[in-house]
Nanobody
Framework: QVKVIESGGGVVQAGGSLRLSCVGS????????TGWFRRAPGKEREFVAG????????FYGDSVKGRFTISRDSAKDTVYLQMDSLKPEDTAVYYC????????????????WGQGTQVTISS
């Protein structure tokens, strides 16, 4: 019955920054591995970043390595996605997931999804 809610999306010029927030439903992110996914218009859902529930190990999709940072504040039950050096191709709806797992061939979101927050990058 875990729930997550995203916020922080908006419109920004290329090269700018945004920080997305994902608020859990109570000790969420020490119980569940957490990930950010995105879906651009006309494309399938893509893994962006993840953080493990125990030791805080982070993982990133190839397209955002060096530009995005995932972090966690357990006291606030919040996971963040700091996005820097944004590009027009980053435009998408971004989703937070509690219950992210890595399988052969890719990443998968289980358990709970947020409603999504729109990120639009203008050129």
């Amino acid at each position: 019955q875990v729930k997550v809610i995203e916020s922080g999306g908006g419109v920004v010029q290329a090269g700018g920054s945004l920080r997305l927030s994902c608020v859990g439903s109570g000790r969420t992110f020490t119980k569940y591995a957490t990930g950010w996914f995105r879906r651009a218009p006309g494309k399938e859902r893509e893994f962006v970043a993840g953080i493990s529930k125990n030791d805080g190990t982070t993982f990133y999709g190839d397209s955002v390595k060096g530009r995005f940072t995932i972090s966690r504040d357990s006291a606030k039950d919040t996971v963040y996605l700091q996005m820097d050096s944004l590009k027009p191709e980053d435009t998408a709806v971004y989703y937070c997931n509690a219950g992210t797992r890595r399988y052969e061939g890719g990443w998968h979101g289980l358990d709970a999804w947020g409603q999504g927050t729109q990120v639009t990058i203008s050129s």
